[in-house]
């Protein structure tokens, strides 16, 4: 991640293997390849973005 690891780490709390909460959100988690990856879970098409996108798109909802 680009961000400070540490501080994010602390927004994501493990509910079950794969599925997460990033502050506010539920998500879910996988890897593919190296990359870690994340869906919102919003539907059966949910796309998935890397950790980075998800962070830079969500942190500043969480942080207010």
Known sequence: ???NRYALSQ???RNKEG???FGTMR???K????N???SDGAGVNSSYMTIDEVVDY???NEMN
């Open 1 to 3: 991640w680009s961000h």
């Open 11 to 13: 927004l994501f709390f």
């Open 19 to 21: 599925a997460y909460t």
């Open 27 to 29: 998500c879910f988690m």
């Open 31 to 34: 890897l593919q390849g190296n």
């Open 36 to 38: 870690v990856m994340v």
């Open 58 to 60: 969500y942190l500043p």
